[in-house]
């Protein structure tokens, strides 16, 4: 369960969630299974925060700094991910469900069981990215530019070349 503390600091809002978390630079919010659906949190700092089985559904989360996130389980289906980075995070079964992830930082991530149904992926980096496999991929979007291995690339133009037409 979060923390009820993190969680009453990130409903006060985007400056006061990041003056803390400048201040307090040695804190790991605890936001595991937090209701925050609908939350405007463009450019938030969420580095290496629990946000396991978190409800973000709907949410404004451009520029979001996820760096070494666990994002189990989490809800951020018609979310704006835009710009976003979650270098090092852990995404696995994460519902990605129709989110703007344009231009978002997947490096390194976990991304196991994560459903990227109807999501925009374009200039996304998916480089060094585990357990992503192609039938995960099918029904985005969108993937124009997007940086993904090139054997993972390979077979998602052979299964759904219709994702690379203009």
Known sequence: MANSEHVKKIKEGLESWNSWRES???????LGWASLNGSE??????????????????????NANFQGASLYGTNLQNS????????????????????????ANL????????????A???????SNARKLRVHQLLRVKSIKNTKL??????????????????
């Open 41 to 62: 949190l463009e450019t938030v700092n969420l580095e290496n925060a629990n946000l396991k089985l978190a409800f973000l559904k709907d949410s404004r989360l451009k």
């Open 149 to 166: 291995d090139p054997s993972l690339l390979d077979e998602l133009k052979t299964s759904a070349p219709h994702l690379f037409e203009d």
């Open 24 to 30: 307090d630079t040695k804190a790991d919010p605890d």
């Open 120 to 126: 925009n992926l374009d200039g996304a980096n998916f």
């Open 80 to 103: 704006d991910l835009e710009s976003a980075n979650m270098e090092n995070a852990n995404l696995e079964g994460a519902h990605l469900i129709n989110a703007n992830l344009t231009n």
């Open 107 to 118: 490096k390194n991530t976990n991304l196991k069981l994560a459903n990227f149904d109807k």
